[in-house]
């Protein structure tokens, strides 16, 4: 058997849950504490050699995840790095990395499953869309301390019925950049797809969907939306933003530490290539 190329790799597939609380966001950053920094740390002593993780989805600073997924190229000579010298009979072929990964990282990020990638994924491109969820209280005292880093306490009344009413009228697709952090040369165009507000009690849980989303856009859109559960905005002035040429600064994003990617939604395996081509096709107004 010949011995492999220095350019052939696998791509693998990593679901990665982790405590954004700590963490200056996904995205590496000299001299900060990033999830992808870490990850790609751990991984690099696992293969002994350089590597680094592509997202779905790039979260900010202070933002969660249970359902992150990203792709990693590993050089063929390394892969066999990942296996221990005994496994586990009828286990899958990437669980043991799985479990030395355990060991190797903190415990406010977790690589929940590892596997290889079908032809033409890629985490970020081949994706449908991102779902988030947005968890607030209204309780008088605030949030339960266990629960503390991952809802947002928010001290007065909301009207959900309003923040509802307001959310119907930015579905689809439009452009968002009244509710975007300028990023150079990044489109701010977006389908959104789903923007629902549900109450249980003190808790108030916003469920939003999109192909993707652009810097602090989820924030954002909260935050605008709580200017109208509060009786400050009427429901119709989310939609007039959505004129706007460059993010407003009528309204605050909403606290980073409640919000939460749940999920990534993908074509069947022979619709990922397809898929790459429409998203990289860069959307102009």
Known sequence: MRPPRADEAVRLRLDI?????????????????????VLDEALTTVFRTPMRLRAAGRTDTGVHATGQ????????????????RSSRAGEPEFEPLVRRL????????RVLDI????AGFDARFSALRRHYVYRLSTA??????????????????LDVDAMAAASRDLLGLHDFAGFCRHRENATTI????????????????????????????????VGALLAVGEHRRPASWCAELLTATSRSSNFA?????????????YPPDDQLEARNLVTRDLRTR
């Open 115 to 118: 596997a290889r990638a079908p």
């Open 140 to 157: 008088p005292y605030g949030v339960q301390p266990q629960q503390a880093r991952y809802i947002t306490a928010w001290p007065r009344d």
């Open 190 to 221: 977006r389908d959104l797809q789903r923007l629902e507000w549900s109450r249980d009690g003190d808790l108030i849980t916003a469920h939003v969907s999109a192909d993707a989303f652009c810097w602090s856009m989820v924030r954002s859109l």
């Open 17 to 37: 849950a982790y405590d954004g609380t700590e963490f200056a966001g996904w995205a590496p950053q000299s001299g900060q504490r990033t999830v992808a920094g």
């Open 253 to 265: 994003a909403a606290p980073p530490h409640g919000l939460t990617l749940v999920s990534v939604d």
């Open 102 to 109: 355990a060991r190797f990282l903190p415990d406010d990020v």
């Open 69 to 84: 997924v990203a792709h990693l190229d590993v050089p063929l000579a390394a892969l066999p790095n990942a296996y221990p």
